[in-house]
Nanobody
Framework: VQLQASGGGPVQAGGSLRLSCAASGRTFSSYAIMWFRQAPGKERESVAAIRWSGSYTYYADSVKGRFTISRDNAKNTVYLQMNSLKPEDAAVYYC????????????????WGQGTLVTVSS
């Protein structure tokens, strides 16, 4: 299984970015995808998750109402639309996959993308 995260970059506070996580290597119907982020000096935290089938989604309280996670099954890609970005959203964002329900614990995930950097200027 390979995950390729992309879409990060610099943005001003209040702006938007869309991150992509392209998955390859197997069938993902039973998998959950989580976006994590890690800012310098901070622990990695869960941001948003989606199951590859069904309607389940998860959002951290800090991003509810601003971020939207979605998937395109035909493209094997999960997206994270980030609106109304704040300086505290700046971090390296990682997508991760696990076979089963989503978990907020990073060690529950078997596959990881390489990370994409989001910088937010005030």
């Amino acid at each position: 299984v390979q995950l390729q995260a992309s879409g990060g970059g610099p943005v001003q506070a209040g702006g938007s970015l869309r991150l992509s996580c392209a998955a390859s290597g197997r069938t993902f119907s039973s998998y959950a995808i989580m976006w994590f982020r890690q800012a310098p000096g901070k622990e990695r935290e869960s941001v948003a998750a989606i199951r590859w089938s069904g309607s389940y989604t998860y959002y951290a309280d800090s991003v509810k109402g601003r971020f939207t996670i979605s998937r395109d099954n035909a493209k094997n890609t999960v997206y994270l639309q980030m609106n109304s970005l704040k300086p505290e959203d700046a971090a390296v964002y990682y997508c991760a996959a696990r076979n089963g329900p989503s978990s907020k614990r990073s060690y529950d995930y078997d596959y990881w993308g390489q990370g994409t950097l989001v910088t937010v200027s005030s």
